[in-house]
């Protein structure tokens, strides 16, 4: 290979390692249901998976999946989603109709089916639609054929063992990182959507080989009104959870310094094998639901930020009720996953052009604010506390154990990588509540 003279080191990965100061790039991998975005959680409900269509074409559009491999996954299977899931929710889940309503009030009670949560035509195949690539994900990840997966129909982290809750029926993060610690001893768990990653949290609540941590807003009523500070898990799992409990209106340069300063410390701590994002869009200004103030590039700057520890990585999506924005945003992050600068200006030719309107970019202005009540002392000590937590953290034996142990079970075929009870209570020593 001869360098030119124009050429520095510095200006091209191509040149491989030894004469490349920059991140290579990584493998990236796109888990993409192409029927996901075709459910409809009702007219009035915030909730549109069409918005996982839009950013798909804004993807396409800037030519990003020709930089990563694309993916058409499997739905997940009953037995697949029940390695966490009680089989009476699913199998309510998978015989419900919408007319149901009357004739099951108090299962429907049960399940925590209502309002926030409808039962709509295909409500158990979008779950399995969702959770399936995010599993197709964890696949790619652990057998170490790609370096970051993403799936935006994936993050929908408040859905419990056995109830539905804030829009999510099927907790694919759980299911993702179930598998993911079949190979993988440790995992890190980062939610940067606005709401608090409980679904998450609860699952892993006694385990210390997940560390979960959510940024969020709390005022202990915002839904799902947990995820104080002092919630920080529980037995063995003392300290693996910790809540970044934050107040309306902050901003990108509050929100960013505060995620680098915590997040970087808890990868030197914890030492995770892989990292599990969730990237929640309603965490973004102008959010139908949201409350924060962050701009598109501030909430890729997290993903920017997490990807250059250069640990194998799921990213998701969640949160995120102003379509456009949320299509913006998981497009903006994939460019991110797969280090090509796109041009700001949209690509003409892309489907939904006209819904970017009026200024067609994919980083508009952020003019109106929401009245920032978040005081520079409030995120200081916020930070001091996270890394006291840390510092319990360094001395837990899952932490200590650095090596990678050997696969416990082998490569078992697709359809046999449920995982049991048993496999988790007495092998994982991974407890799922309820
Ligand atoms: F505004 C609505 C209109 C119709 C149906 C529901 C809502 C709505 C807005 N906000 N529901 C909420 C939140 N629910 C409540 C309930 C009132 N009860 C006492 C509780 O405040 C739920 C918000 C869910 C947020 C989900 C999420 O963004 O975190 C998400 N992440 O991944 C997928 C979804
Ligand atoms: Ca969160």
């Not at 299977?77 to 309510?92: G, I, K, P």
């Not at 759980?174 to 993911?180: D, E, F, G």
């Not at 980062?190 to 998450?200: A, L, P, Q, R």
């Not at 701590?269 to 869009?281: D, K, M, Y």
Request: proline share 5%; with cysteine; net charge negative.
């Amino acid at each position: 290979m001869v360098l030119e003279e124009t050429d520095t080191p510095f200006k091209d990965v191509e040149y491989g390692s030894f004469f490349s100061f920059r991140p290579q790039k990584r493998r990236v991998t796109y888990h993409l249901d192409e029927q996901v975005g075709n459910y409809h959680y009702g007219d009035k409900h915030p909730m549109k998976p069409h918005r996982i269509t839009i950013a798909n074409h804004l993807v396409m559009g800037y030519g990003l999946h020709n930089k990563m491999d694309v993916y058409s996954p499997r739905k997940a299977t009953f037995n697949e989603m029940a390695s966490f899931h009680r089989e009476d929710y699913l199998d309510f889940l998978q015989r419900v109709t919408p007319d149901d309503a009357e004739t099951y009030a108090d299962t429907f009670q049960n399940f925590n089916i209502g309002a926030d949560c409808p039962i709509f035509d295909g409500v158990y195949e979008f779950s399995q639609r969702s959770a399936g690539a995010s599993l197709d994900a964890s696949r790619k990840l652990t057998q170490g054929q790609t370096d970051i997966a993403i799936n935006w129909s994936g993050g929908l982290h408040h859905a419990k063992r056995a109830e539905a809750s804030g829009f999510c029926y099927v907790n694919d993060i759980v299911l993702a990182i179930l598998n993911m610690l079949r190979y993988f001893p440790r995992v890190l768990y980062i939610d940067i959507d606005i709401h608090h990653g409980d679904g998450v949290q609860q699952a892993f609540y006694e385990s210390d080989r997940v560390l979960t941590v959510s940024f969020h807003k709390y005022n202990g009523d915002f839904f799902p009104a947990t995820g104080n500070f002092d919630e920080n898990g529980i037995k063995g799992g003392k300290y693996f959870a910790m809540n970044i409990p934050l107040d309306d209106g902050i901003g990108d340069d509050q929100y960013t310094s505060l995620y680098k300063s915590i997040i970087e410390p808890t990868i030197n701590t914890f030492q995770p094998s892989a990292i599990v994002l969730q990237c929640g869009a309603d965490s973004l200004g102008y959010d139908r639901l949201g409350v924060f103030n962050l701009s598109i590039r501030a909430h890729g700057e997290c993903v920017k930020f997490t990807k250059s520890f250069n640990i194998p990585m799921l990213v998701v999506g969640g949160g995120g009720y102003t379509l456009r924005n949320v299509a913006r945003a998981w497009c903006y992050e994939t460019s991110i996953c797969v280090d090509e600068s796109v041009p700001s200006q949209l690509p003409k030719d892309t489907s939904y052009y006209e819904f970017f309107s009026p200024d067609y970019t994919l980083h508009p202005k952020l003019i109106t604010k929401i009245e920032n009540k978040n005081s520079p002392k409030m995120l200081e000590d916020l930070r001091i506390r996270a890394l006291e937590q840390l510092r319990y953290l360094g001395s837990a034996p899952s932490v200590q154990m650095q090596q990678i142990p050997p696969d416990l079970t082998g490569h078992l075929d697709e359809e046999d990588e449920c995982l049991n009870d048993e496999f988790l209570d007495k092998v994982l020593d991974v407890r799922v509540n309820g």
